[in-house]
């Protein structure tokens, strides 16, 4: 098993940063990819971006640019760093992490993110 736990997120005005954090402990050596969604109330979750093990990224067209996703493999932690932040940005934000040997998803307990006009 893998948990993951987030941390970072709050209330900043449009055009601020936010930085996020997820620390992973369990069974990490398993884990192929980490990354970050999002999701708003009425909306399906989406992949915001990713990170591999071999530190390849990949973002949503939506935040490339705006946020940027590292990791620092000495602390199991991933972070996303996000900047010129929009209102369209806030939602609640969760770690996600990938086994794909097992085929196993980890999920986060998410942290809220609002951005105000």
């Known amino acids: 098993q893998v948990q993951l736990v987030e941390s970072g997120g709050g209330l900043v005005q449009a055009g601020g940063s936010l930085r996020l954090s997820c620390a992973a402990s369990?069974?990490?050596?398993?884990?192929?990819?980490m990354g970050w969604y999002r999701q708003t109330p009425g909306k399906q979750r989406e992949l915001v971006g990713h990170?591999?093990?071999?530190?390849?990224?990949n973002y949503v067209d939506s935040v490339k640019g705006r946020f940027t996703i590292s990791r620092d493999n000495a602390k199991n932690t991933v972070f996303l760093q996000m900047n010129s932040l929009k209102p369209e940005d806030t939602s609640v934000y969760y770690c996600?992490?990938?086994?794909?040997?097992?085929?196993?998803?980890?999920w986060g307990k998410g942290t809220l993110v609002t951005v105000s006009a």
């Open positions: 990170i591999t093990s071999g530190g390849t990224t």
């Open positions: 369990g069974h990490i050596f398993s884990i192929n990819s």
């Open positions: 996600h992490a990938a086994d794909y040997t097992l085929g196993r998803d980890y």
